[in-house]
């Protein structure tokens, strides 16, 4: 089925009449200003999420409106294929697409929603879980890392993500304006997140390491580094903290995307002998997580310095890390 435009409305493809609005929009007889903060409401990400599934939708032959049984029979038909959750933020995706419409959410129905149960009880829930950058894996990493610009950016990103546990979003939207270094170490401040979308922002601190290991002097150094290379064009001000390097050693303008954070960590996982199937961008973030639980810090200040919204998000990382502490089994044998 052809769309003109994903952000068309979809409905006059269909016999409906009514303006061409984009998924997620306010009523245009809404005044200006309320159809940008409602637009607002809404992050960038999640809005691009909606259209790609919606895309999808289309593509195998779906329609909106749609009725609940052509819903739980596209749901079924990627079964097999896809997560359970994956399936579920479809679902939520396409009953979006329905209600910004005006039209009832078929996928709040009694069949989509069984066939939804049906998915997770035969399929099973448990998440897709990455390998956590702990400490020895993190030192092998770094280990191989030179004096060239790629190893010394590199080597910012890799300390700067674990010791912040920070996510990939917010390791790329960092600026030269959110880092501040002073005499105990050096302050970042994370302005958006996944947690927090009205940017109500945290402030963490990293103090300096007395090893030869420090994600302190690791980023001055790579800023250091930056201001010699040259750009590729002059970027936005304040500049983003990582950017790609092109072939010709050039800056470009623009921040890393966080995709190239997690091809990064493979890549560097690959160089240091380790398996880099299981390591991926978020390596860094539960990295610290589970060191920090195994090395006693108390819940309250990992999340304090993570930024999970719930002790709930954080207790894997916690239980991982004190998997061996207090063990029944320690001295029966």
């Given at each position: 089925m052809e769309t003109k435009n994903l952000d068309d409305d979809i409905n006059d493809r269909d016999g409906l009449s009514g303006p061409a609005r984009p998924i997620d929009a306010p009523p245009t007889a809404l005044p200006a200003a309320v159809r940008h903060y409602v637009h607002a409401?809404?992050?960038p990400r999640t809005r691009q999420a909606y259209r790609e599934d919606l895309a999808r939708f289309l593509a195998w032959g779906g329609q909106v409106p749609s009725s609940p049984?052509?819903?739980?029979?596209?749901?079924?038909?990627?079964?097999?294929?896809?997560?359970?959750?994956?399936?579920?933020?479809?679902?939520?995706?396409?009953?979006?697409?329905?209600?910004?419409?005006?039209?009832?959410?078929?996928?709040?129905?009694?069949?989509?929603?069984a066939t939804l149960r049906g998915i997770r009880r035969q399929r099973g829930t448990a998440p897709r879980q990455?390998?956590?950058?702990?400490?020895?894996?993190?030192?092998?990493?770094?280990?191989?890392?030179?004096?060239?610009?790629?190893?010394?950016?590199?080597?910012?990103?890799?300390l700067l993500g674990f010791s912040a546990a920070l996510r990939r979003s917010e390791l790329v939207a960092l600026t030269m304006a959110d880092v501040a270094f002073g005499t105990q170490g050096l302050t970042v401040t994370?302005?958006?997140?996944?947690?927090?979308?009205?940017?109500?922002?945290?402030?963490?601190g990293i103090p300096r390491a007395r090893g030869p290991v420090c994600p302190v002097r690791a980023l001055r150094a790579w800023l250091a580094m930056a201001a010699e290379l040259r750009w590729a064009e002059e970027p936005a001000s304040p500049a983003p903290l990582f950017r790609p390097l092109d072939r010709h050693g050039r800056l470009a303008p623009q921040a890393l995307s966080g995709h190239a954070v997690a091809v990064i960590v493979k890549q560097r996982a690959a160089a240091a002998g380790l398996d880099p199937a299981v390591?991926?961008?978020?390596?860094?973030?539960?990295?610290?997580?589970?060191?920090?639980?195994?090395?006693?810090?108390?819940?309250?200040?990992?999340?304090q310095i993570s930024g999970h919204r719930t002790h709930a998000s954080l207790e894997r990382y916690i239980r991982a890390g004190q998997l061996f502490d207090d063990h029944p089994l320690e001295g029966l044998f």
């Open positions: 409401a809404t992050a049984a052509m819903i739980a029979t596209y749901l079924a038909a990627h079964g097999e294929s896809h997560a359970p959750a994956t399936l579920g933020r479809w679902a939520v995706s396409l009953g979006r697409a329905h209600t910004s419409q005006g039209l009832a959410d078929p996928c709040r129905e009694a069949l989509v929603r990455v390998a956590p950058l702990e400490r020895e894996a993190l030192l092998a990493l770094l280990a191989p890392l030179g004096a060239s610009p790629r190893d010394m950016r590199d080597r910012a990103l890799l994370i302005r958006q997140s996944k947690t927090d979308q009205e940017g109500v922002g945290r402030t963490i390591y991926s961008g978020h390596s860094l973030r539960a990295g610290f997580c589970t060191a920090a639980a195994r090395h006693g810090a108390p819940t309250w200040r990992i999340q």
